[in-house]
C-alpha cells in the first residue's frame, strides 16, 4: 500500500507539518511523509520546526566532537 493509498486518522487531519519542499506549515495530508517534519500539535511548533532541528543537529554535533576527544 502506498503513502498515498493509506486512510487519514484524525490526528493526521488536524496535525500541523513543516513541508521541506514547499518551506511552509500544512495541515493535515500534504507532502508525503518523507518531506515533511512533524506532525505538530499547533501551527507556531511546525512554524519554528526547522529552526529546532537546526538546533537539535548542532547539538548532536558538539556532542559527537567531544565524545570523539575535541
Avoid: F, I
Avoid at 513543516?18 to 511523509?33: A, F, I, T, Y
Amino acid at each position: 500500500m502506498s503513502e498515498q493509498d493509506r486512510p487519514v486518522s484524525d490526528e493526521q487531519e488536524t496535525a500541523y507539518w513543516w513541508s521541506l519542499v514547499h518551506h511552509r506549515v500544512e495541515q493535515g495530508p500534504g507532502s508525503p511523509d518523507s518531506e515533511r517534519l512533524g506532525p505538530y500539535k499547533t501551527y507556531a511548533e511546525a512554524e519554528t520546526a526547522l529552526d529546532r532541528t537546526r538546533k537539535r543537529s548542532e547539538a548532536w554535533d558538539e556532542q559527537d566532537r567531544e565524545w570523539n576527544g575535541g
